[in-house]
């Protein structure tokens, strides 16, 4: 019902930036949250950012201040700008959304790979 294609993922150096994109397609509800989690091989995934379509945000602590998460309600697309980037941001990074409907069913990306490099 719902597919999500990430872009930008790639290879950087430390102190370098990075832009990710996430296009989201099918029986989107206009009421929703998309976001980014990352995920290193062995590790949980973890949370990184996420925004409703109303403004809400919550974002992790190891990346405040160094990424910004925003979207475009109309084109149905979230993107997470990632600055001043260390080491430890390395990992895969999924896209989601979670329907804002009673079900609050969520949907993920394949993910796109970022390393950084020191």
């Known amino acids: 019902q719902v597919q999500l294609v990430e872009s930008g993922g790639g290879l950087v150096q430390a102190g370098g930036s990075l832009r990710l994109s996430c296009v989201a397609s099918?029986?989107?509800?206009?009421?929703?949250?998309m976001g980014w989690y990352r995920q290193a091989p062995g590790k949980q995934r973890e949370l990184v950012a996420t925004?409703?379509?109303?403004?809400?945000?919550n974002i992790a602590d190891s990346v405040e201040g160094r990424f910004t998460i925003s979207r475009d309600n109309a084109e149905n697309t979230v993107y997470l700008l990632m600055n001043r980037l260390i080491p430890e941001d390395s990992g895969t990074y999924y896209c989601?959304?979670?329907?804002?409907?009673?079900?609050?069913?969520?949907?993920w990306g394949h993910g796109t790979q970022v390393t950084v490099s020191s």
């Open positions: 989601s959304l979670r329907q804002g409907n009673l079900y609050a069913r969520d949907y």
């Open positions: 099918g029986s989107i509800y206009e009421r929703n949250t």
């Open positions: 925004l409703s379509d109303g403004g809400s945000t």
